[in-house]
């Protein structure tokens, strides 16, 4: 069964320094998403990707976060400046399409990188 | 305001009673919902999928959905050790990507 997968699973960093989360979507998805779980909070949704580009974003997702898809297979997370509160687990998610909130097209998300900023 | 908000439990149940899960939300925007099961250092998984009001059945599971009072709830039948985990209420705001905004989840125990 198709999955999606991310590396590393368990990313140590020092403040400051830049890391990069890397996802594989699902093959024949077109929707992409990064969602981050601060341990013992909520899912929280940061961003959404699509046709190579943005297409929604939520306020924890600031200047210092950017997402890339390098190429036809990775969708990367980068954060730019680590700060301590960016301690979590990021899961990745992706969908086969969207076509409205009545349309079933589940969203699967991989197993997480969990991020401790040291 | 929180968007989605969930008793954060624990809830305690014995094997093969029903578990009851409740959610509000405060969108009245939101227009497909979700519960998805969330075992501890896990990704979440899709159990159930709604946008009607009324009631849906998936096995051992039903959700019921009430958009004039902004409430979702979740049952589970025949509880098991095995649903042991954090559910998690998501809603997809209308106009959105299929992006999910979620609650903070809660913790069901089925105790043998």
């Known amino acids: 069964e198709p999955e999606v997968t991310q590396t590393p699973s368990h990313q140590v960093t020092q403040m400051g320094q830049e890391v990069i989360l890397r996802c594989v979507p699902i093959s024949n998805h077109l929707y992409f998403y990064w969602y981050r779980q601060i341990l013992g909070q909520k899912v929280e949704f940061l961003v959404s990707?699509?046709?190579?580009?943005?297409?929604?974003k939520s306020e924890i997702f600031d200047d210092q976060f950017s997402v890339e898809r390098p190429d036809g297979s990775n969708f990367t997370l980068k954060i730019r400046s680590t700060k301590l509160e960016d301690s979590a687990m990021y899961f990745c998610a992706s969908r086969e399409s969207y076509s409205g909130p009545f349309s079933y097209n589940e969203q699967f998300f991989g197993p997480g990188t969990r991020l401790t900023v040291l | 305001q929180k968007e989605v908000e969930q008793n954060s439990g624990p809830l305690s149940v014995p094997e093969g009673a029903i578990a009851s899960l409740n959610c509000t939300y405060s969108?009245?925007?939101?227009?497909?919902f979700f519960w998805y099961r969330q075992y501890s250092g896990k990704s979440p998984e899709l159990i159930m999928f709604?946008?009607?009001?009324g009631d849906k059945e998936d096995g051992r599971f039903t959700a019921q959905l009430n958009k004039a009072s902004q409430y979702v709830s979740l049952l589970i039948r025949d509880s098991q050790p095995s649903d042991s985990a954090t559910y998690l209420c998501a809603v997809n705001r209308g106009g959105s990507q299929g992006n999910l905004i979620f609650g903070k989840g809660t913790k069901l125990s089925v105790k043998p």
């Open positions: 990707f699509y046709n190579n580009e943005i297409s929604e």
């Open positions: 969108d009245r925007g939101s227009q497909s």
């Open positions: 709604i946008y009607s009001n």
